[in-house]
């Protein structure tokens, strides 16, 4: 498996962002479930958001999140960061096991 950092900052005013909040946040969670993301949230001050991902590919999370709300309303850009996770939480263990 590979571990991902999605780094998503907004392009447009707060007050649109929320709007397509709601549908965003569903998605996220269809990846939750689907054991594709382990978190994400919101940056502090909201410019942004922030999930770790992992998948066999980079092409894998790429046509995930082409689903996403805020990507095809156009509302935030996408940067996607590879990283090997070689130390974490004991808890994390068959999260990140594969590493």
Known sequence: MKFFI???EYRVPLERIEQSSPAHRNYLQS???A????FAGPCTPRTGGVV???ADSLETI????A????LREQLAD???REFLPL????LLTGWAGGA
């Open 6 to 8: 999605v780094d998503i």
């Open 31 to 33: 990846g939750i479930d």
């Open 35 to 38: 054991g594709l993301i382990l």
């Open 52 to 54: 770790v991902v992992r």
């Open 62 to 65: 790429e046509g995930f999140f």
């Open 67 to 70: 689903n996403d709300p805020y």
């Open 78 to 80: 996408y940067r996607y």
């Open 87 to 90: 130390r974490h939480q004991p």
